[in-house]
């Protein structure tokens, strides 16, 4: 009787252990300790060139912040990083102006960014013509 109630006990105390631990790792995310709850994000500045690591400057009331961001070397700089879109498929190649185009739709405006809500882009026609079929090697029977 004795064993489970030690072994009862020991179980009490680690669950409360536990818990505690979730709690304070909770508590630990909020580092800066402020509560302004009204942040106002600049767009994030590389460190060099136009793209890579960099920073993004926050204010609120009087308090100021910076965070590490990084802006992708392969993005459309006309939209800026902290806007996301949702594209359709690419169009159809005009002949006159040799282009295809899609448009996008805003998914998602990361801090506050101010972001179009469509957008279109164009990349030149592919001048490869790509063969729908392909010769199938060793499926028929001989």
């Given amino acids: 009787?004795?064993?489970r109630s030690l072994l009862l006990l020991l179980a009490l105390?680690?669950?409360?252990?536990?818990?505690e631990a979730g709690k304070n790792k909770k508590e630990k995310t909020k580092k800066d300790g402020s509560k302004?709850?009204?942040?106002?994000?600049?767009p994030c500045i590389?460190?060099?060139k136009d793209c890579g690591l960099g920073y993004r400057e926050g204010t609120c009331k009087d308090e100021?912040?910076?965070l590490k961001c990084k802006?992708?070397?392969n993005w459309k700089k006309k939209f800026g990083a902290d806007c996301k879109y949702k594209f359709e498929s690419w169009g159809g190649c005009s002949?006159?102006?040799?282009?295809?185009?899609?448009?996008g739709v805003l998914k998602k405006a990361?801090?506050?960014?101010?972001?179009?809500?469509?957008?279109?882009?164009?990349?030149?026609?592919?001048?490869?013509?790509?063969?729908?079929?392909?010769?199938?090697?060793?499926?028929g029977k001989d």
């Fill in 46 to 48: 590389p460190n060099s």
């Fill in 13 to 19: 105390i680690l669950v409360a252990a536990a818990a």
């Fill in 95 to 103: 002949a006159q102006t040799g282009l295809k185009t899609r448009s």
């Fill in 36 to 42: 302004c709850e009204d942040w106002r994000w600049g």
């Fill in 1 to 3: 009787m004795q064993v």
């Fill in 110 to 139: 990361l801090y506050n960014a101010q972001c179009e809500e469509t957008v279109y882009v164009t990349k030149p026609c592919s001048s490869k013509i790509k063969s729908k079929s392909k010769a199938k090697k060793g499926k």
């Fill in 64 to 66: 100021t912040k910076k």
């Fill in 71 to 73: 802006i992708p070397c």
